[in-house]
């Protein structure tokens, strides 16, 4: 495995903590949340190459390790803004991106592709968030339903701490609904992931009312979306992957659930890392005919 280095990437208002591993095209992934910091993504590091791939995580504003404050007006163009001082920071002047956003994350990942499309090769969205607010209280539902049903079977305490007097403890306690199979060894640890109350409740604030769906629609980039049924429903996934414009593949989960690079990590990076690997050999031969 590539070793990363670390550092602090200043941007108008915070500090962004970053960490990157290999040396060539650029990966950067954007963690989700709620309010949990980017450690999760960190597996993404076994894909970096010492020569032909670097791969990058950073923490978004407010969350671990960055400084900063969400701003609760206007939260997607301060995140896509940081978004793209990461890229400005790790990639060449001309260099497109390759982006991989997890839940909240695909939802940036995809917003950032249709604002900048000259700017990102690919988008690989794992689980994304939909285009839509009502989408997402749909799927919620659908996740409030998965965590009943495990507390009813014991896997899941009956009582739950509450975000504001332990977050790191609620999204333990409800860490195994996210997972098809809740004894996974995966489900019993946020992986060393840091949580923020303040920017856990600028972010639900902010996706109670949204909707994206014209600028997704701009998306040129190629973009593979993996569709997990559980616990948000495929609804979720699939609503984004129809939303985004470029040419869409759909990878259907079947036994991994919302972290699925966590629960099939052989079947998820490996899926990416194709993908990664074909755009590239698709952009080297336009680039030998032109």
Known sequence: MVPATEGSL????????HRQAGAGPAVIGIHGGPGLSHEPLQALEVLARPR???VVNYDQRGFGRSSGMVDEVAPFAQAVADLDGVRAAVAGRNEAIHLVGHGRGGLLAALYAGIHPDRVASLALID?????????????????????????????????????????????AVLPALFVDPSHPAARSLGGARFSLAAY???????????????????RAPSLHFIAAVPFGSGMASS???????????????DAGHLAWLERPAAVL?????FWDEVERNQSSKGERS
Not at 201 to 213: E, G, I, K, M
């Open 10 to 17: 200043p941007v108008p208002g915070a500090a962004l903590y």
């Open 52 to 54: 032909g791939r670097t």
């Open 128 to 172: 994304s968030f939909p285009p839509t607010s009502g989408q997402l209280g749909e799927a919620c539902d659908r996740m409030e339903t998965r965590v009943r049903e495990l507390q009813r079977r014991a896997l899941i305490p009956a009582e739950l701490p509450s975000f504001e007097d332990d977050g790191p403890g609620r999204l333990l």
């Open 201 to 219: 409740r600028a972010v639900r604030s902010a996706l109670r009312a949204y909707d994206v769906r014209l600028d997704v629609a701009r998306v």
């Open 240 to 254: 984004m992957a129809a939303a985004v414009g470029g040419a869409t593949r759909r990878l259907l989960l079947r």
């Open 270 to 274: 490996g899926a990416l890392e194709a």
